[in-house]
């Protein structure tokens, strides 16, 4: 969510003189991937992660993994979503559940999520990839089919699969269940991504209730080697939004 005060294309090179190494974002796919591996090249970045397809964003869809009626469509758009990893480098896709279909049965959207996870789980594990799977806040995005920690592991124990991991935004894990700390360190074996963002506002870390200096010593403690990324909204700009960085004292990448 940084630089975009930018068109897409010109992002990568305001992330690396911003200093970064790596860099995320939603979608590749309303762009050729020659382009946008042209331009990781350029400013020699890293692509860390992007999500597979997830429907009709700009109509307000936000993933359709957990949608009874668009398997075919999900299975497409995992084999699309390979390609460009392929071609981008990239080794981890992340899959929005989307929100809860109305007039389906629990146990129909919870099999057809999990038979989707299944599909791409094996799929990626075939093109040596890791599947991410993220829990969202029901404040933000109302319905969201995939809410919690927990429910992402109870479900991704379902799923069976070693390359199925959670992508954890502390962002909606405040909102929705609180326990950063407690909860990250029981999880992460299982924690493929971290995000970040403050709350209230979604904006940088410093401008909210969340202790980040604590949890970046936090995350240093307990061994987590990954990658975190900036998925706030830059309370003005995204450059002048950069201060917390130059004074955080932590040995993480952030994206």
Known sequence: MLFTEHPFLDRFEHAAKAGFKAVE?????????????????????????????????EEGERGIACHPDREEEFRAGVATAITY?????????????????PGVSDKLIRDTFIANLKFAASKLGEAGLTLLIEPINRFDIPGFYLSGTHQALEILDDVG????????????????EGELAKTMQTALPRIGHIQLADNPGRNEPGTGEINYPFLFAHLDRIGYSGWIGCEYKPATTTVAGLGWLQTTHTQKDFT
């Open 25 to 57: 974002f939603l979608f590749p796919y309303a762009y050729a991937a020659e382009d946008i591996k042209a331009q990781l090249k350029a400013y020699g970045l890293t692509l860390v992660l992007h999500n597979l397809p997830a429907g009709n964003w």
């Open 161 to 176: 699969a070693s390359n199925a991991l959670v992508q954890y935004d502390i962002y909606h894990a405040q909102r929705m």
């Open 85 to 101: 990893a392929k071609a981008l480098g990239v080794k981890q896709l992340n899959c929005l559940a989307g929100k809860t279909p």
